[in-house]
């Protein structure tokens, strides 16, 4: 599932991309995909092993573009060790929700963005998530767990605070809201008729993407879309 419009975040051949809090890898796989030199950073050592065991074999199955390479890094993504202006494109997806010194990681997101280079942050949408933290507690409790609920505005404000010119933002994922929804009014560990139906429809829309789920999807997210993602640019000439 991938949440970052590759459309509105260009990356090609030659392009260095970090994608930090990477996970289980989807931003990272469609970058390599394109031909970019990625570096998928997270402070999951079990997750990277796995984003390293797929890089490998997207390159034996010619599923790389020419040019392309990824690679992994572990660490902490309030203080990351690689060098000012390393990078032209940086992402950071469903991660700023987990980090208590969220603003500390929005600073060294800017601080290895190359000058003119794009950055794309994606985070829970406010009411969304509002309705899952009021119908459950354990959805949001657990450890590693959502540390706040993001207002756009109060996003934005933060980027913009560490040196970041706004582009542009969107809403997706409108049909997982309803889903999340049904989970923490039955319980996140739990599982009922409605939930695995809803999940059954989810798989079969992300492995056949049908254009009636696709139009649907994309006339709701602007009223029910689960995540927000903000565009925005490092000042200066470059990528």
């Known amino acids: 599932m991938i949440t970052i419009d590759f459309d509105r975040f260009p990356v090609m051949p030659g392009i260095s991309v970090l ?3 990477c996970g289980q890898g989807r931003h990272s796989f469609e970058a390599l995909r394109r031909g970019a030199a990625v570096t998928a950073f997270d402070s999951s050592e079990s997750d990277l092993a796995d984003v390293k065991t797929m890089f490998g074999a997207m390159e034996l199955e010619g599923e ?3 040019g392309g390479q990824g ?4 660490g902490d993504a309030r203080a990351m060790e690689f060098p000012d202006a390393t990078f032209d494109r940086v992402i950071a997806a ?3 929700e987990h980090i208590h010194e969220d603003v500390d990681a929005m600073r060294e997101i800017a601080r290895v963005t190359k000058p003119g280079g794009l950055v794309a942050v994606s985070v829970p949408r406010w009411w969304p998530e509002k309705v899952c933290w009021s119908l459950s507690d354990e959805y ?3 450890e590693g767990g959502h540390v706040r609920i993001y207002r756009q505005s109060q996003l934005t404000e933060r980027l913009k605070s560490v040196g ?7 809403h997706k994922h409108a049909l997982h809201s309803p889903y999340w929804w049904l989970k923490c009014a039955v319980g ?6 409605a939930t695995k139906a809803y999940h059954r429809m989810l798989v079969w829309d992300l492995m056949k993407a049908p254009k009636l789920t696709r139009w649907s999807e994309a006339a709701l997210n602007p009223l029910l879309g689960k995540s927000v993602v903000i565009y925005a640019r490092k000042p200066g000439n470059g990528s």
Request: charged content about 25%; aromatic content about 0%; proline content about 0%.
């Open 19 to 21: 994608d930090v809090g």
């Open 64 to 66: 790389v573009a020419i």
């Open 71 to 74: 690679q992994v890094r572990h």
């Open 94 to 96: 469903e991660v700023l």
């Open 140 to 142: 949001h409790e657990v």
């Open 164 to 170: 970041l010119d706004i582009l542009g933002s969107q």
């Open 188 to 193: 996140t560990d739990a599982e009922n008729a």
